[in-house]
């Protein structure tokens, strides 16, 4: 579990995909919490509609600013679906809290990862466009 100021790092100056960023993370970290395999399975799910609903608005935006890497950020969201899916799967299984607490770091890793690698690559572009318009 990283800490707020941590976390920081990985903003990409667009308020509204940081809040969500940050809230997935929190959604993440409560899986920990989870008392039992049915608690768990419907906590999973809960990730993965927020991470849906997350894709599906992040996907919306870009195809508004006319992002011009779309298409291997939509297929890097398919495959990080199916990894923490995967994940979530095993994780509902894992009685010990040591285990859920490495399967969630990894998750961390995962999500972190895609936001540095690729969802950085979108608020650049947006930051650029909005200021090349700005100073036209």
């Known amino acids: ?77 398919t495959r990080i679906a199916v990894d923490l899916t995967n994940f979530l799967q095993i994780g509902v299984e894992l009685s010990s809290l040591i285990l859920r607490l490495k399967l969630v770091s990894d998750i961390e890793t995962v999500i972190l990862s895609h936001n540095d690698d690729y969802d950085r690559q979108y608020a650049e572009f947006f930051h650029r466009c909005k200021h090349d318009s700005s100073t036209k």
């Open 1 to 77: 579990m990283r800490s707020k100021e941590a976390l920081s790092h990985y903003d990409i100056g667009i308020t509204k995909f940081d809040d969500e960023h940050r809230e997935i993370l929190a959604l993440v970290n409560q899986f920990i919490e989870c008392a039992n395999d049915h608690d768990r399975a419907s906590h999973a799910a809960a990730v993965m509609a927020a991470i849906q609903e997350h894709t599906d608005a992040e996907e919306a935006f870009m195809r508004e600013i006319h992002f011009p890497y779309l298409d291997p950020h939509i297929d890097e969201h």
